[in-house]
């Protein structure tokens, strides 16, 4: 072998090396992380993250919102058409709502707070019309509901 087969050699490494990076580096920067790249890959069309979310501490009847974020990576509109919800404590923007191709979206679940001193943790299912498979992501809501006297006490040692 002589010495400029070995150079090119190495050069047509390096090169395949730097196809083989940028094409990663447009994956990710498509999908966000490697994670959603292996889920499109392997023909998953969107994903809704947080999917567990922790909605703080408040007063019997507070009312908070759980933000999720909804992305479609595909080259088709996806809808969500319905929400399961564990309990009557919840509720959500209206349906249906679709979300183009290639896009981002913020959907907001509403979780009632109902019981005095207590841990809430329900369950809402997104059902998603997926080019018309029907599909469900659960996602796990946490917070505390507190009274009233023990909010007033929380904010004068904070104070």
């Not at 567990?52 to 990576?73: C, M, P, Q, Y």
């Not at 929400?83 to 679940?109: D, Q, T």
Request: charged share 20%; aromatic share 6%; with cysteine.
């Amino acid at each position: 072998m002589r010495r400029t087969d070995g150079i090119w050699l190495a050069g047509g490494v390096v090169l395949g090396i730097a196809v083989l990076g940028a094409l990663a580096g447009g994956a990710v920067w498509h999908f966000g992380c490697i994670h959603n790249v292996s889920l499109y890959l392997n023909g998953q069309n969107y994903v809704v993250e947080p999917v567990r979310i922790d909605v703080g501490s408040g007063a019997v009847g507070e009312e908070r919102t759980a933000k999720v974020h909804i992305r479609n990576f595909s080259f088709k509109p996806i809808r969500v058409v319905g929400l399961n919800v564990s309990c009557n404590c919840m509720s959500a923007e209206l349906l249906p709502v679709v979300i183009n191709p290639r896009e981002n979206r913020e959907y907001g679940i509403v979780i009632g707070l109902s019981r005095a001193n207590d841990n809430v943790e329900q369950i809402a299912l997104l059902l998603f019309d997926d080019d018309g498979k029907m599909r469900q992501v659960p996602v796990l809501i946490t917070g505390r509901c507190i009274d009233a006297q023990e909010k007033v006490s929380d904010s004068e040692t904070k104070g």
